[in-house]
């Protein structure tokens, strides 16, 4: 079957009350035009056409990054109303026979099974178009669905077009068809704006093809389904909906989520099974975290990939880093665009990790800035360890071996590098100019002053100090205090 799909992103979407294009703004980690186009993608359709109009550089933009040729898009240039959408989508459907499906980009719970059904069932029944319903126990807002008394479905009138009667009725168009494209553009050019909103509306379809004496298929929709983003209410409720489902199919394949109501998953991440994730956790973007981890408390994984029995104790932040199998992280722990955590590494509190490799083993337990680095296998970074990366203009590489120890408080100033094996001690600030063999001591230390009896002179002349200030106040005029007054 020739299926091609066709979405509806031109709308001002005015009550987002937003600088931003509607279909722009964000749903689980992913704008709200990307579900369309991922259920039309999902169908198999082609083309998949996106009507854009209210930002359309950016909104095009968007969808090249994310989709390149897949995704067509055509210009509504005003927005005249959702059949005038469609209009300016002829010439990007020009020459396609088939079945065309017709979605809206601001109702990113509908299901592909669902529109699935509507195409099936139409192309079925031979008819020139389908359309999803619902029926609602308040369907202010929506089009009603109109039938004649045998049942067949006449036509939709919108809420502002309606007489009381008709607001009565409780079944609702759902704005998502499956028309065929002969009858769409045929059709489309009998529609008119004669309306209360001076709008052509793409469901005068419905009395376009009932007049002409077709069957119109009206297929049910599941209620949650068909929610629509109009207001920034309304977008978080879809958040919380999508929120729980995420949550539920993750927990169904053996992921321990502690709480739910407070974890925020987005649909694109990937969780092994066995792991555990501990309440007030956010995993972002298209994380992936093995199985068999332990994801602490008020952690944030934003486009990390951790492997297997990887543990992340609490409130620790990943961004788009690597962490190999066994790694202990955090708590507090940082790791930044392009860390690359090895097997068994401890990354420990308030370390930050930028855009630098720890081999297998490595340890860098506290306190410490590693940018720009590489740190070899089994070497352990002591306390309050900084990486020195930056001279106000360019970023320099640190290059540390296997098996060295770097004693606390070390500054290491890029570009430098050391050798396996090297002992670094305490309070070193080494640069590149020093030489330094392998399995060599390295100390910058300054020596030590040593003044003995120091502490005895310091309290000398305190005392004499002290004795002096008292002498001097005997000495002044008495009552200076009351007459002061
Ligand atoms: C529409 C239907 C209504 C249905 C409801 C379901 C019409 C006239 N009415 O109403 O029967 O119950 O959807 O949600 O179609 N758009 C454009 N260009 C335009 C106008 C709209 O691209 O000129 C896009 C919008 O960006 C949006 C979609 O079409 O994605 C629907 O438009 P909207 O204004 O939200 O229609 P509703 O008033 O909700
Ligand atoms: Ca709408």
Redesign the pocket.
């Known amino acids: 079957m020739n299926l091609a799909a066709l979405i509806?992103?031109?709308?001002l979407?005015t009550r987002m009350k937003s600088d931003r294009a509607?279909?722009l703004h964000e749903l689980g980690g992913k704008p709200l035009a990307a579900y369309p186009v991922e259920l039309a993608l999902s169908l198999k359709a082609k083309p998949v056409v996106v009507?854009v109009?209210r930002q359309a550089e950016t909104v095009s933009a968007l969808l090249a990054d994310r989709y390149g040729d897949a995704v067509r898009t055509a210009l509504?240039k005003e927005?005249?109303?959702?059949?005038?959408?469609v209009m300016a989508a002829e010439s990007a459907l020009r020459g396609f026979s088939g079945t065309v499906a017709i979605l809206?980009?601001?109702?990113p719970l509908l299901a592909r099974e669902t529109v699935a059904a509507l195409v099936r069932q139409t192309v079925r029944r031979k008819s020139p178009l389908g359309i999803l319903i619902s029926t609602l126990d308040d369907p202010t807002?929506?089009?009603r669905v109109l039938r004649d008394p045998s049942g067949r479905v006449r036509r939709?009138v919108?809420q502002k077009d309606a007489s009381a009667d008709e607001l009565a009725v409780r079944e609702?168009?759902?704005?998502v068809y499956a028309v065929q494209a002969k009858f769409l553009f045929a059709a489309l050019k009998r529609i008119g704006r004669d309306n209360a909103q001076g709008?052509y509306?793409?469901?005068d379809l419905v009395r376009l093809a009932a007049e002409a004496g077709h069957e119109v298929v009206a297929v049910e929709a599941p209620g949650e389904e068909?929610l629509?983003v109009?207001d920034r209410r309304q977008l978080a409720q879809l958040e919380k909906i999508l929120q729980r489902r995420t949550n539920e199919r993750l927990m169904a394949a053996g992921v321990t989520i502690r709480d739910p109501e407070t974890t925020w998953i987005d649909a694109g991440a990937k969780i092994g099974r066995d792991t555990v994730i501990e309440p007030f956790c956010r995993i972002a973007g298209e994380s992936e975290i093995g199985e068999n981890c332990a994801i602490g408390m008020g952690s944030v994984i934003d486009g990390a990939r951790l492997a297997d029995n990887v543990e992340v104790k609490p409130y620790s932040v990943l961004e788009d880093s690597r962490v190999e199998a066994g790694a202990i992280l955090g708590p507090f722990a940082h790791l930044r665009q392009g860390a690359q955590i090895g097997a068994g590494c401890h990354v420990g509190n308030y370390v930050e990790v930028k855009k630098s490799a720890l081999m297998a083993g490595a340890k860098a337990n506290h306190l410490s800035y590693i940018g720009d680095a590489v740190i070899g296998a089994r070497t352990n970074v002591g306390a309050g360890t900084i990486t020195c990366n930056y001279d106000g203009y360019d970023k320099h590489r640190t290059i540390v071996g296997d098996d060295v120890l770097i004693g606390s408080d070390t500054q290491l100033i890029a570009p430098v590098s050391v050798p396996d094996r090297v002992v670094l001690g305490a309070g070193t600030s080494l640069t590149g100019k020093v030489e330094v063999p392998p399995g060599a001591l390295v100390v910058t230390r300054p020596a030590a002053v040593v003044v003995p009896g120091f502490r005895d002179r310091l309290e000398k002349r305190a005392l004499a100090a002290k004795a002096e200030k008292a002498r001097a106040g005997k000495a002044a005029p008495k009552g200076k205090r009351a007459r002061k007054k």
């Not at 809206?104 to 109702?107: F, I, L």
């Open positions: 509806l992103a031109a709308g979407g509607k279909v009507v109009g509504q927005q005249l109303g959702t059949g005038h959408a809206s980009g601001d109702a807002g929506y089009g939709v919108e609702a168009n759902m704005g709008e509306y793409l469901p068909t629509g109009n």
